[in-house]
């Protein structure tokens, strides 16, 4: 059979050019295999190298020590406006709660800044800028008004999802919601990075540059089998980080939480929940804290399903140096952990009169007192607020509750002696996680997009705005007359008009 392009042979022996063309051909083949192997062998490293190359350009940051002043200085607290936003539902008890916004009529788009990467955190506003983090691994602080960029600092490369052995997140880069330090100036955040590792950042908030920068993996775990989903929470020069698993809870990890100083030196605290396996606290809201500092987090399902109570499945309360102080769990632990019902579903929801409110992805929701959680079984009250469990993050408004439940948000009051009263619920879509402004609840629709504005006494709604997909764990951020939405595609401002 003829080759093409070769019909004619004028000479069985091959010129010089037909000879030149077969040496180029041959040393191509080679070239092309030698490349396949290496490709085969260090996929993982060829993949870095693209991502680098298709990357767009991020301001170059130089990594410096947080200079401190002498041990006889005094250092002077850092200011924060009342219209700023630090953490995740604004403070540490995470109530998501300002009292001076006015009830619109209508919401407005007012606009959309395209980041590099999905916004599964909440975003922040101090001073006037708004700082968001991406799964892309970078930081983004924004004008609040425009929405112009005013600095980007890209921490890493973040971990695609084939590196991982389970997970839904891809790539995975900063999950958590960062919180800001007054005290020091600085953004910290947890990004998970190509390793793959989890590293602790101190960004300065006004240029971007990184003053801190640490590993927060504990000696002795696998941190693939970790993510770090729960929001920071900062309180008296620590940084608490909590932990839980991956979706689909593979591999082998436990729940943990970590402290580091705001200084980054100095060890890591750090509290593992006793059980074999899971028992991850993957929070989004992250630890709720106390007046005195006392970190309350909840806590998911674990290996045990019988026997000796292993501390999942519950509500613990740990002093500031994460020791442990009390806990509680439903009298039926053992079937919820079978049965992936746990309770780290939803933050810990601090009540007035002492009392704390959980209700993970059971139908059973439980009022505890914060003071003497009650070990296995020792609630004040069992109630169904969800009837399809609850997912996030609650805001409180005095004794009244809005809780995130996957069956519509819904409202809740504390009466005298802890007794709970549910109220009205809100249309099945509405399920994203609240804050409140004045008299208005904001929520989201994530999977259609939507922004809600509800009235807070009766439910009804005031008004809605597309505001593009978000996350699952998605919620609002509230300053001034703006709301401001992390989405899967960046962030947008929407306006409130009254």
Excluded at 24 to 49: E, M, N, P, S
Excluded at 274 to 297: C, F, K, S
Excluded at 334 to 363: E, R
């Amino acid at each position: 059979m003829q080759e093409p392009g070769n019909r004619q042979r004028p000479s069985k022996v091959p010129s010089r050019f037909t000879r030149g063309w077969r040496v180029v051909l041959t040393i191509c083949l080679v070239v092309g295999v030698v490349l396949a192997g290496v490709a085969y062998i260090q996929r993982h490293q060829i993949h870095q190298v693209i991502q680098g190359w298709l990357e767009p350009p991020v301001q170059a940051v130089h990594l410096t020590p947080l200079t401190l002043p002498p041990a006889t200085t005094t250092v002077t607290p850092g200011q924060v406006a009342a219209t700023d936003w630090t953490t995740y539902h604004k403070d540490a008890t995470r109530s998501g709660f300002v009292a001076n916004l006015p009830d619109p009529t209508a919401l407005a788009p007012r606009w959309k800044q395209p980041l590099d990467g999905a916004v599964y955190a909440e975003p922040l506003v101090v001073g006037g800028q708004i700082i968001v983090v991406t799964e892309n691994d970078t930081v983004y602080s924004l004008n609040a008004q425009t929405g112009q960029i005013a600095w980007h600092t890209h921490v890493g490369n973040p971990v695609p999802l084939s590196d991982l052995p389970c997970g839904n997140i891809n790539p995975l880069g900063i999950t958590g919601t960062p919180v800001y330090d007054p005290q020091t100036g600085l953004i910290f955040a947890v990004a998970e990075i190509q390793g793959p590792a989890h590293i602790l950042l101190g960004i300065d908030a006004s240029t971007g540059q990184i003053k801190v920068r640490r590993a927060v993996d504990p000696a002795g775990i696998d941190p693939r089998a970790y993510q770090q989903r729960a929001a920071l929470a900062l309180s008296a020069g620590n940084v608490y980080i909590a932990y839980g698993g991956l979706y689909g809870d593979c591999s082998d990890y436990r729940g943990l939480v970590v402290a580091s100083r705001t200084t980054g030196t100095g060890p890591l605290l750090t509290y593992q929940v006793p059980t074999t396996r899971e028992g991850g606290i993957w929070e989004p809201a992250g630890p709720t804290l106390d007046a005195q500092g006392n970190l309350y987090v909840s806590v998911g399902n674990g290996a045990a399903t019988g026997g000796t109570w292993d501390h999942t499945d519950s509500i613990l309360k740990l002093s500031p140096d994460l020791q442990l102080e009390d806990a509680f769990a439903p009298q039926q632990w053992a079937q919820d952990n079978a049965n992936d019902l746990d309770l780290s579903s939803l933050g810990p929801v601090l009540l007035p009169g002492g009392f704390l409110f959980i209700q993970g992805k059971s139908n059973r929701g439980y009022m505890l007192r914060a003071n003497h959680l009650g070990g296995i079984g020792g609630q004040v009250q069992t109630i169904s607020v969800c009837s399809a469990g609850a997912y996030g993050g609650a805001a409180v408004k005095g004794a009244v509750a809005f809780i995130p439940c996957a069956d519509g948000l819904r409202q809740i009051q504390s009466g005298p002696g802890g007794v709970l009263r549910p109220g009205w619920q809100a249309p099945g879509q509405i399920t994203g996680s609240p804050v409140i402004g004045g008299n208005t609840v904001y929520s989201l629709d994530p999977g259609g997009g939507m922004l809600y504005a509800l009235n807070a006494a009766t439910g009804s709604i005031r008004a809605t705005v597309p505001v593009g997909t978000t996350s699952r764990f998605a919620t609002p951020t509230l300053s001034q007359n703006t709301i401001f939405v992390g989405t899967l595609q960046g962030i947008v401002a929407v306006q409130l008009r009254t």
